[in-house]
C-alpha cells in the first residue's frame, strides 16, 4: 500500500557561518538520527522526502543513519553528515555539541501510522481499562506513550503497562484475553479476524529538525532553502511525493549579520 507523506515546514536560518558557493560533487549525506526506529523503517519514511528535494534543488543527496544514537552522535562528531535530521529532543542535546545551525523545521504526519488503543468489543469505554493490563510494544515511540499516559490521566484511569515485542503479539494478547487493551497502528486492524472497539486515536505527528554543520555550503543551503520554500507554490505534487507547507522563512541577509 502506497503511504503519502506530508510535511509543515518552518525555515530560517541563525548565525550562518559563510562559505564558497560552489554545488557539491558528490551527493550530500543526510544523516538521520534513528530514534529507536530501524534502518529500513527510517529510508522507507525520508528517502521518497529526500528524492523530491533532491530532483527540485538539482542537489544529490543520500539517506544515511546509524544502528543507535551513540553511533550516529560519533559519526556526527566525525564529521559524516552534511544535513541532519533529529528530533526535538535530539536537536536540542546535539545543536550545540556539534554547531550546527537551524535549516528548517519538519512536521510529519502519516496517515497509516496512526495510533490507536484497541479492545475487545466487549470494551466500550476507557473507563473499563481501569486496573487492567495495557500492552505496548516494547520499543513504541516515545511520543506515542506519553500521548496515551496524558490521555488516561486525563479521563482518570490506571493501567499496568506491559511490553511485548511486537504488534502481532499485541493483537495476539487480545484475542487471548491476556491483556485488557493494546497500543497498535492503525494499519495493523486488517490482520484481526475480529473487530475491535477502539477507546482512542493518536494522530502520530512528530516534529523534525533540518540542521546542517559547519562544513556544508552555505550556497547549498540556500538552495535547499529557496527549494522547500518552492514546493508550496506547486499546485500540483507528483506522485509518491512529499506535500510540502512553508509557514515562513526568515531574511537570510539579517541571519548573517
Given at each position: 500500500m502506497r503511504r503519502s507523506l506530508f510535511f509543515i515546514l518552518v525555515l530560517g536560518f541563525m548565525a550562518l557561518p559563510v562559505f564558497a558557493k560552489a554545488a557539491p560533487a558528490d551527493p550530500l549525506k543526510v544523516g538521520v538520527s534513528p530514534n529507536g526506529e530501524n534502518s529500513i523503517s527510517l529510508a522507507e519514511f525520508w528517502i521518497p522526502f529526500l528524492k523530491q528535494l533532491e530532483i527540485e534543488s538539482g542537489i544529490p543527496l543520500r539517506f544515511a543513519t546509524a544502528p543507535d544514537l551513540l553511533e550516529f552522535n560519533q559519526r556526527l562528531a566525525a564529521g559524516e553528515y552534511d544535513l541532519v535530521l533529529t528530533d526535538q529532543y535530539v536537536f536540542t542535546i546535539f545543536r550545540q555539541k556539534h554547531k550546527l545551525?537551524?535549516?528548517?523545521?519538519?512536521?510529519?504526519?502519516?496517515?497509516?501510522?496512526?495510533?490507536?488503543?484497541?479492545?475487545?468489543?466487549?470494551?466500550?469505554?476507557?473507563?473499563?481499562?481501569?486496573?487492567?493490563?495495557?500492552?505496548?510494544?516494547?520499543?513504541?515511540?516515545?511520543?506515542?506513550?506519553?500521548?496515551?499516559?496524558?490521555?488516561?490521566?486525563?479521563?482518570?484511569?490506571?493501567a499496568v503497562r506491559d511490553n511485548l515485542l511486537s504488534y502481532q503479539k499485541i493483537l495476539q494478547s487480545l484475542a487471548e484475553n491476556l491483556h485488557v487493551a493494546g497500543l497498535v497502528p492503525v494499519s495493523e486492524l486488517n490482520k484481526m479476524d475480529?473487530?475491535?472497539?477502539?477507546?482512542?486515536?493518536?494522530?502520530?505527528?512528530?516534529?523534525?529538525?533540518?540542521?546542517?554543520?559547519?562544513?556544508?555550503?552555505?550556497?547549498?543551503?540556500?538552495?535547499l532553502a529557496e527549494t522547500l520554500e518552492g514546493f508550496n507554490a506547486k499546485t500540483e505534487i507528483p506522485a509518491n511525493a512529499s506535500k510540502v507547507h512553508v509557514k515562513s522563512v526568515s531574511d537570510l541577509e539579517q541571519a548573517r549579520e
Open positions: 545551525s537551524y535549516l528548517a523545521e519538519l512536521t510529519t504526519s502519516l496517515e497509516a501510522a496512526e495510533m490507536v488503543l484497541v479492545a475487545n468489543t466487549d470494551i466500550k469505554e476507557i473507563g473499563q481499562i481501569e486496573g487492567g493490563l495495557l500492552a505496548v510494544k516494547q520499543d513504541e515511540k516515545a511520543g506515542n506513550i506519553k500521548a496515551l499516559d496524558k490521555h488516561l490521566s486525563a479521563n482518570g484511569v490506571t475480529k473487530p475491535l472497539s477502539i477507546l482512542w486515536r493518536h494522530a502520530n505527528n512528530n516534529s523534525y529538525i533540518m540542521t546542517f554543520p559547519q562544513s556544508t555550503s552555505i550556497g547549498t543551503v540556500e538552495k
